[in-house]
């Protein structure tokens, strides 16, 4: 039998996904009990290096029941995600040492699984260096500054190599939560997960709901002016010579800088800002697809879906499909 242990780390952590995981394992423990079968894990445990850990000033606490020190041998390690638009830095900071017992225990054989940033926790221990991760779509940008030696791929819902799991953002946590019980209990008790706790099981990414705000956080000026530029003439031909001349900056130079300060070419982060307007459009609207296509600044139809799908990995039909109150309701022209 193998022992499981829920971190509770100091900082903001997430009660939700710790309760949530906690739960599902506890259940699928019992539901195990009642088809006969012997326990897979035989502990259960939420550990930490506090007694107490209090989030949202105090209005909810966690209570871990063991000391990590106290645990010598463990087979799974689950990382929660932290609070939104808490003190990543300081996170990282307070928790050195349980950093150290997950490599420790890494080492002993412990497989680690992050829930959504749990993910800067995990990456601070070196463990993903090289290896492919996934977060958040919403913290990609600064997970990327912080950890560049990491492969993001931020439009995973779950990456898994070499013992070391991760996961998207928000309550696709729990997608990761069944692919591990899956693994530890099998298809069955999987299924019977999904249907309990009403999660879709197998989905595989998160960039239908990815939202494309720019990548505003660097201190570029050239690259912003680049920027506001791009996003105010996104539905015309834009030319990025002519821009590079504009902004006094050879083409090979601000394609760099582009790059440094937005993960993305110059060409890539205008594609990526029609799709945006694109998206909005099919979300809010009742136009065709067609008319949607020129409006962004496509004047093929096949180059306009490629792009697309390429993107949110969903058609434009598909996609309004899903995010369209009144597709739902009644049918919208192509």
């Avoid at 697809?289 to 962004?296: A, K, L, N, P």
């Amino acid at each position: 039998m193998k022992h499981l242990t829920i971190l509770v780390p100091d900082g903001q952590p997430n009660p939700v996904t710790i309760i949530s995981t906690y739960m599902a394992f506890i259940q699928m423990e019992k539901h195990r009990q009642l088809k006969g079968g012997n326990p897979i894990f035989s502990q259960i445990v939420l550990a930490g290096i506090s007694t107490k850990v209090d989030v949202f000033n105090g209005l909810f606490s966690v209570t871990p029941v063991e000391h990590i020190s106290k645990i010598k041998k463990t087979d799974l390690i689950i990382i929660p995600a932290f609070l939104p638009q808490t003190n990543t830095g300081l996170n990282i900071q307070l928790n050195k040492n349980i950093s150290s017992w997950i490599i420790s225990q890494y080492k002993r054989g412990a497989e680690i699984a992050s829930l959504c940033t749990g993910a800067f926790l995990l990456a601070s221990t070196g463990l993903v260096d090289g290896r492919k991760c996934s977060i958040h779509w919403n913290d990609a940008h600064s997970f990327r500054q912080m950890f560049p030696q990491v492969d993001l791929v931020a439009d995973h819902v779950i990456t898994h190599e070499n013992g070391l799991y991760t996961s998207g953002g928000a309550f696709s946590f729990m997608n990761l939560v069944l692919y591990l019980v899956e693994k530890y209990y099998g298809r069955e008790l999987a299924i019977l997960g999904s249907k309990l706790f009403q999660v879709d099981m197998d989905r595989q990414s998160q960039s239908p709901y990815i939202i494309f705000k720019g990548q505003k956080t660097h201190d570029d000026e050239v690259v912003h002016k680049a920027q506001d530029f791009l996003e105010r003439n996104s539905a015309d031909k834009c030319s990025i010579e002519k821009l590079a001349k504009k902004l006094a900056v050879s083409r090979r130079n601000l394609d760099r800088r582009f790059f440094k300060a937005t993960g993305n070419t110059p060409v890539e982060y205008l594609q990526r800002v029609k799709v945006e307007s694109a998206k909005k459009q099919l979300e809010t609207s009742r136009k065709s697809v067609s008319e949607i296509m020129y409006e962004t600044g496509y004047s093929d139809m096949r180059t306009f879906r490629d792009m697309f799908r390429r993107i949110t990995g969903l058609s434009p039909m598909e996609y309004r499909n899903r995010f369209n109150l009144e597709a739902l309701i009644s049918p919208i022209p192509n």
